[in-house]
């Protein structure tokens, strides 16, 4: 994004010294490529409204209670976060959340996930979350790096983590801290991340993948066929795509 926002710069100073000077074929081809690249970015569809200020969350809070974030780490007790995109230990290897220290989900979301964690507890498990709420502008840069809608969401339409109600999981056993194995890593783009992808995979591997899908399942979410990793978590509410940054969330909701 930097790269192209340099890129944008020249070809704005190209278009700008094409004014001063006497047209030239090459200054006319950068002015050419340097239109079409503002337009086709101006063109990108996005989804309305965006939430993006502090301001508009909390008057859509004021319209509808169902709309306030919850930190999941004060609403889970003891949950373990490993949040990849606030490190550059992640597919972009980029640290795409810059200082993060909680994630955030939905009340109702929020809640069901609390209710998945206690099931898993009682059996000696818990949850450790990989990411929840991402902002829009995020989604907008993955998009970027990984045009695949089977693994990273279409801005136009905006994602579930967008509007708070996504979730990336794994469940870790209590005693050793460890993850469960479910074949493989977060992240991991290959068709043995897929729910129906089972040859190869041992019985273990299998029944650990079904335990974080039926209980997740049992507590309103909904499993995504390419990930194993990925819920959302199904509501009649019409939730809004937000585009606040985790510096800003962080201080204001305590
Ligand atoms: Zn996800």
Redo the contacts with the bound molecule.
Sequence with gaps: MEIFLGFKKYFLISTINLTLNQINPVKLFLTLIFFILFFTEMSVAQPSPIISSFQDYSKSIKTNDKNTLVDLKKSIPNVVLDLKYGTSNNFTKINLYKKVSTTYLRKDAAFALLNVNNELKSLGFSLKIF?AYRPYSVTKLMWNLVHDERYVANPTNGSG?NRGI?V?LTIIDIQTNKELNMGTGFDNFTDSAHHSFTKNLSPQIIKNRTLLKATMEKFGFKSLET?WW?YSFQSKEAYDVMDINFKKLAKKIR
């Design positions: 990411d983590h996504a990336d990930e990925h």
